[in-house]
């Protein structure tokens, strides 16, 4: 058999560490509009099937702060409305020919980036 080039992907998880992941839950359940999945393991949470990825929080209380992750969104101004409406504050916002961008922070610091893409991109 050849062997393969490419990865072979079955799904993508992004990985957010925290110090409190009961606090931090609360906080990503409102970013993403619904409960967690399930808890797979102590210390770990998990939303699977996120726009065809998935999220994991991560409790360390030494690490926590550290993470990034960016979440594409068809229309950025409708996702910042409703988070608004939720307590979280989006900030950062630019435009430009690569589309537009925003950013929120979670209680420990920990970077989400929304980014709309520009008209016509695939």
Request: aromatic share 6%.
């Amino acid at each position: 058999m050849p062997l393969q080039q490419t990865i072979a992907v079955q799904g993508v998880y992004a990985g957010m560490v925290v110090a409190d992941l009961d606090r931090a839950r609360a906080w990503y359940q409102k970013l993403i509009g619904r409960a967690v999945d399930d808890k797979p393991i102590p210390g770990m949470v998990q939303w699977r099937d996120i726009g065809g990825a998935g999220l994991q929080l991560w409790e360390d209380a030494q690490a926590a702060g550290k993470s990034m992750m960016t979440i594409v969104t068809p229309d950025l101004a409708t996702e910042i409305e409703r988070l608004a409406g939720q307590g979280i504050e989006a900030v950062n916002l630019a435009s430009g020919s690569f589309g537009k961008v925003a950013q929120v922070f979670d209680p420990d610091g920990n970077r989400v980036a929304l980014a709309e893409p520009p008209p016509g991109f695939k």
